[in-house]
C-alpha cells in the first residue's frame, strides 16, 4: 500500500451501519489498532482455507449483533510513522484523536465506548488524559466514555522495570523494521510514560468520573526470531513467551481477564461462538447496559453539595449567641445575590474564632443542605495548597494530579464557575499579612461567585481591613461573665463548682479567655477530685517565673503581654499533671511543638509497640484540650500559644536540642523521596518538613536527607525556584563533608542541574550534568545506570539549546564522541 493511500485510510471511519442505512443508533464504539497495522486488517481473522475473513467490528454476526444500537467506528493513526522520521511521537496522536472524535461526536451527549489494542490503548490513555486537563475542549468525550476495553496493552512495557523492555515489545510487534525512533523515545521516557498511565487511572477512578474498565491479557506465547533480537535477550526469548505480561497489561484496581491467544491474534476472533470473543462481547454488553447508570451516577455527583470540613462538629460549644446570629445573617451565600460575600471575624489568639466559625459551618449545612462548605487552614502556604487539594479532589477537578499542576488556580477557577453550585468557604488562622497579601500572596487565589460567600478569621486587624471590601469587619471580645461561667462548668460534676466565688475569681483570672478556660476545664475534667476552688490556688501560687517565661513570644494585637498568662497558667498546671502521670504523653507534646501546627499525622510521632499506648497518650493531650482531633481520626492541629509554651518549656528546662535532634531525625527517617505513587504521603509532610528545617543549623552538617526529599517535594510541585535554593544548600552540604566525587553529592549535583535546566538556565545546567557526569564515569564507571541516567540528562540540556550533534552522541551513548566533551 502506498503512502497516499495509507494517508487516506487515516482517520475515524464508520463501518456500522453501512453508508445508507437507516441510523438508529444511541451510543458510539471506537476501536483503536496498535503498532504496526491499520483498519480492517487488525481486526480480521483469516481462516486460511479461503473460505471467509472474519472482521468482528463489521460482521453482522459479531459485535453488531451484540450490540445493535451502536454506531461501530476504526481509528486509524499511522502506526509506522516511526520507521524513519520523528514526524509525531507516540502519544502525540492523541490530539488528533480528540480532535476527530469531537468533530463526529459534536454535542450529542452520546455515550461512547473504546477499544483499544496494544500500543493504541497508550495513544486513548493519553487521549483520556489530555481530556481531563481543566479548560480542555474535550472535557465533555471524557465525561460521555462510559467505557474502556483494553487488548493487551503494554502500560509498562514487558512488565520488567528497566528500558529494555520497550525494546521487546516493539520488536516483537514490528519485527525487522522495529521504529529505533520510538524505541529510543520510550527508553528516553520511560518514567513519562508509567506517569501518564498513572495519572490516567488516577482520572478514572475519580469520583465524577468512576470509568470502568476492563484489561484483557494474552496467556498465550510469541516467539521472537534470534535475528530481530540482540544476543542477550535473543537467549532469554530462544522459547516462546508472552509478549506483554498480565503485569503490564493489567491496570491496578481494575477488573481484568486472561485470553488464551498470542499478543498478535488478541485483536482478531474466528467466529461468534469463539469463547474468547465471548468474553470480550460479553464485558461490552455490560457496559452498554450501565450506560445510563454511569452517566447519571456522574450528573449525581457533579451537583452533590460537599461537606470539607476536618474537624467533627464540638457538642460542648456554649454561648455567642450574638456574634453567631451576626455571621449567620451574612455568610449564607444568598445572603447577598449580587456579590460574593466577604466577612472577617477578628480577635485575639485563644479567643474562640475557629470554634464559632466551626459553629458556623455546622449550621450553613444544616440550614442550606444545597450549599458546600470548604475548610482551608492559612498558616502556611504548604497547608492552604493542600486544603485547596482536597477541595478540588472532592469537585472532581481533572488534572489535579499532574506533578506540576497548579492546585490552587484550579480550585480558584473551578469555585467561580457558576456550575460549581453555591459555598462557604471558610479561611482559618489568617494571621500572616506576608503570606496573605506580599510574597505568597495567598488570598489572590479566591474564588469570585455571586453564589459563593467567604468567612476570614484572623488576629490582625490590618488583614481583616484588607480582606473585607466593605471594611466593617465582626469583632470577637471576650466571653461575657454568663458565657464563661457556662463554658467552665459546662463538663464539671456537680461537686467541683459548688464553690461560687472560687468560680467567679477563678473567670476573672483566666479574663474569660476561652482557650484558658477550656484547658482548666479539660483539667479539671480529668481529675474529678479537684474542684474549682482547688484549682484556683493552684493558679495563685504556682511558679509565676516559669509563667512568665512560658508567655514568651505570645504576643497579640491590642493586648499586654501579661494578659495571656492565663493560657501559660492554665497550661503549666495541666503539662505538670501529664508529666508525672503520663509520660508518653508529655513525650508526644515536646515532639510535636517542632512541627506545623496543623494537620500532623500521627504516623510521625514515635510509634509504641503497644498502640493501647500511643492512643491512650494522644487521648490524654486531647481530654486536656492541648490538641484538637480531625475527623480522620490520624491527624490533629495544636494550637499556637499551646505550642508556644511547650517550646519555651523546652528552652527554659534545657530539653530543646535534645528533643529538636529527636524529631530532626524522626522526619529524616519517615519522610519518602516524593514520588508520583506516594504524592498523598510526602504532601502531607510537607508542611512539617519546612517547619523542621528552619532547626537544621543546629544540626550536623551530614544531615542532608530530610533537605534533599523537600527540595525533590518543590520541584514535584513545579516550584522551581525554592527547589533550588535548598538543592544548592543540599550540594554545598555535601561537597563539604562527603566531598566532590560522593555519589551523593553526584546525586544533587545532577538534582540541581535538571532543577536549572527546567527554569531555562541551561548553561548553568550544561556545566552542571557534565560535572555530574565525569564524576558518575569516574566513580561508578560509564556503564552503570546513574551514569546512563547522567548522560540522558545532559542530552536533555543540549537539546533545549540546539546542540543536536552533542545531544545524538549521548543518547546513542557513543562513548567515544563523549569522552571528546569538555567537562571541566
Request: glycine share 6%; aromatic share 8%; with cysteine.
Amino acid at each position: 500500500m502506498g503512502p497516499s493511500e495509507t494517508q487516506s485510510r487515516l482517520g475515524l471511519r464508520k463501518v456500522v451501519p453501512a453508508e445508507g442505512v437507516t441510523d438508529k443508533t444511541t451510543v458510539d464504539i471506537i476501536a483503536i489498532h496498535g503498532l504496526d497495522t491499520e483498519s480492517p486488517r487488525t481486526w480480521e481473522f483469516d481462516t486460511k482455507d479461503g473460505s471467509r475473513i472474519v472482521n468482528w467490528l463489521q460482521d453482522s454476526d459479531m459485535l453488531p449483533a451484540a450490540a445493535p444500537d451502536a454506531r461501530i467506528y476504526t481509528y486509524d493513526w499511522n502506526a509506522k510513522v516511526f520507521d524513519n522520521a520523528p514526524v509525531q511521537t507516540l502519544l502525540g496522536h492523541a490530539d488528533n484523536l480528540l480532535g476527530l472524535v469531537a468533530a463526529e461526536h459534536g454535542t450529542s451527549g452520546r455515550p461512547i465506548i473504546f477499544i483499544a489494542s496494544c500500543f493504541g490503548g497508550l495513544v486513548l490513555a493519553e487521549a483520556i488524559c489530555r481530556a481531563a486537563q481543566e479548560g480542555s475542549q474535550y472535557r465533555r468525550i471524557l465525561r460521555s466514555t462510559v467505557g474502556i476495553v483494553f487488548l493487551a496493552t503494554p502500560f509498562s512495557g514487558t512488565g520488567a522495570a528497566g528500558p529494555a523492555s520497550w525494546l521487546v515489545v516493539v520488536k516483537g510487534i514490528m519485527g525487522e523494521q522495529a521504529s529505533g525512533q520510538l524505541i529510543g523515545d520510550l527508553k528516553v521516557n520511560h518514567d513519562f510514560v508509567c506517569e501518564r498511565v498513572q495519572k490516567f487511572t488516577e482520572i478514572a477512578n475519580a469520583n465524577t468520573i468512576r470509568l470502568p474498565i476492563w484489561c484483557f491479557f494474552e496467556t498465550g506465547t510469541t516467539n521472537i526470531a534470534s535475528k530481530i533480537l540482540p544476543p542477550q535477550i535473543a537467549k532469554i526469548w530462544s522459547k516462546g513467551r508472552i509478549l506483554v505480561t498480565q503485569s503490564s497489561a493489567c491496570l491496578h484496581g481494575f477488573r481484568h481477564r486472561g485470553l488464551g491467544k498470542a499478543h498478535v491474534m488478541m485483536n482478531k476472533f474466528k467466529g461468534k461462538d469463539c469463547p474468547d470473543f465471548i468474553q470480550v462481547k460479553e464485558v461490552i454488553q455490560f457496559i452498554l447496559e450501565e450506560a445510563p447508570n454511569t452517566l447519571n451516577r456522574r450528573e449525581k455527583d457533579a451537583k452533590k453539595p460537599h461537606f470539607v470540613v476536618p474537624f467533627g462538629r464540638n457538642e460542648n460549644f456554649v454561648g455567642r449567641e450574638t456574634i453567631l446570629q451576626q455571621l449567620l445573617s451574612r455568610i449564607p451565600p444568598d445572603a447577598n445575590q449580587d456579590d460574593c460575600q466577604r466577612t472577617a471575624l477578628e480577635g485575639l489568639g485563644g479567643i474562640g474564632k475557629t470554634q464559632i466559625a466551626l459553629e458556623a459551618a455546622h449550621h450553613v449545612r444544616d440550614q442550606h443542605p444545597d450549599c458546600s462548605v470548604f475548610w482551608v487552614p492559612a498558616v502556611d502556604a504548604t497547608n492552604f495548597e493542600n486544603a485547596y487539594r482536597q477541595i478540588g479532589e472532592a469537585l472532581g477537578i481533572l488534572g489535579l494530579s499532574d506533578d506540576k499542576a497548579d492546585v490552587k488556580t484550579l480550585v480558584k477557577a473551578a469555585l467561580s464557575r457558576e456550575s460549581a453550585g453555591s459555598w462557604l468557604l471558610i479561611i482559618d488562622n489568617a494571621d500572616d499579612l506576608e503570606l496573605l497579601f506580599t510574597v505568597t500572596r495567598l488570598l489572590a487565589y479566591l474564588p469570585f461567585s455571586r453564589k459563593g460567600s467567604i468567612l476570614l478569621t484572623t488576629r490582625i486587624h490590618e488583614a481583616a481591613i484588607r480582606f473585607e471590601t466593605r471594611g466593617n469587619p465582626i469583632t470577637l471580645k471576650e466571653m461575657s461573665d454568663s458565657e464563661a461561667d457556662k463554658l467552665l462548668c459546662s463538663s464539671l460534676e456537680d461537686g467541683q463548682i459548688c464553690d461560687i466565688e472560687s468560680k467567679r475569681s477563678l473567670l476573672k483570672l483566666l479574663t474569660n479567655l476561652p482557650l484558658a478556660i477550656k484547658q482548666a476545664s479539660a483539667y479539671m475534667r480529668s481529675n474529678r477530685r479537684v474542684t474549682i476552688s482547688k484549682y484556683l490556688e493552684r493558679c495563685q501560687s504556682g511558679d509565676k517565673g516559669m509563667v512568665k517565661l512560658l508567655s514568651r513570644d505570645f504576643e497579640d494585637p491590642d493586648r499586654a503581654e501579661t494578659s495571656l498568662n492565663p493560657v501559660a497558667t492554665t497550661w503549666l498546671i495541666s503539662f505538670s499533671h501529664i508529666l508525672r502521670d503520663c509520660p508518653l504523653a508529655a513525650q508526644y507534646l515536646k515532639h510535636i511543638c517542632f512541627l506545623a501546627e496543623k494537620d500532623i499525622p500521627i504516623s510521625l510521632l514515635s510509634q509504641e509497640p503497644d498502640q493501647w499506648e500511643t492512643d491512650e497518650a494522644i487521648s490524654v493531650l486531647q481530654g486536656y484540650a492541648f490538641i484538637m482531633e480531625h475527623q480522620e481520626r490520624d491527624s490533629f492541629d495544636i494550637h499556637r500559644l499551646v505550642r508556644l509554651a511547650m517550646r519555651n518549656w523546652l528552652q527554659t528546662n534545657g530539653e530543646w536540642q535534645e528533643w529538636a535532634t529527636k524529631v530532626f531525625q524522626r522526619l529524616t527517617n519517615e519522610y519518602p523521596f516524593p514520588k508520583h505513587e506516594n504524592r498523598a504521603i510526602w504532601m502531607r509532610y510537607l508542611p512539617h518538613g519546612q517547619a523542621v528545617l528552619h532547626l537544621r543549623n543546629e544540626f550536623a552538617d551530614k544531615e542532608t536527607g530530610l533537605l534533599f526529599n523537600v527540595a525533590e517535594s518543590y520541584f514535584k510541585l513545579g516550584k522551581y525556584s525554592e527547589a533550588e535554593q535548598m538543592y544548592r544548600q543540599t550540594l554545598e552540604l555535601r561537597e563539604r563533608v562527603l566531598g566532590r566525587e560522593h555519589p551523593s553529592t553526584l546525586g544533587s549535583m545532577n538534582a540541581l542541574a535538571i532543577t536549572l535546566n527546567s527554569q531555562g538556565k541551561y548553561e548553568g545546567a550544561e556545566q552542571l550534568q557534565k560535572q555530574a557526569l565525569k564524576g558518575y564515569q569516574k566513580v561508578l564507571g560509564r556503564e552503570h545506570p546513574d551514569t546512563l541516567d547522567s548522560m540522558n540528562n545532559l542530552a536533555l540540556v543540549l537539546n533545549r539549546q540546539g546542540k543536536y550533534v552533542l545531544r545524538t552522541s549521548i543518547s546513542r551513548l557513543d562513548i567515544g564522541r563523549i569522552g571528546c566533551l569538555d567537562f571541566r
